[in-house]
């Protein structure tokens, strides 16, 4: 059955069938970005309201899930669901994760913890 596949469902209590679209599944376009205090990750989510948007981390999995609308929207574009999965990497601060949104694009700060940043070494003469 593919994604834009009508599925049925058959009540149990009268044995009607009722017809029921499945909502497609959509892996938004991802950039990546590190530098010394963070992992940016940036996700196009165009028409994903941000209420409608979760991001957990899950042991070392940063989840993103988003939905589009529920019913079809301006040219032609149809309810859908994003989702995306990333491993995340040793030295991130989870507890510190913040995630915003803004035109549809949403951004997700992964900071490193203190002990995972560079940090200079002095070399003192003896």
Known sequence: MSDNAL???RDSNNGSVERMERRPAITPPVDIYENADE???VADVPGARSDSIMVKVEKNELYLHARRGEEPGPA???AADYTRTFLVPRGID????SA???AGVLRIHLPKSEASK??????RAS
Not at 118 to 123: A, C, F, G, L, S
């Open 7 to 9: 599925k049925t469902n």
């Open 39 to 41: 992992i940016l990750v």
């Open 76 to 78: 032609g574009t149809r």
């Open 94 to 97: 989870s507890e510190k994760i």
């Open 100 to 102: 915003d949104m803004n």
């Open 118 to 123: 560079p940090r200079k070494i002095e070399v």
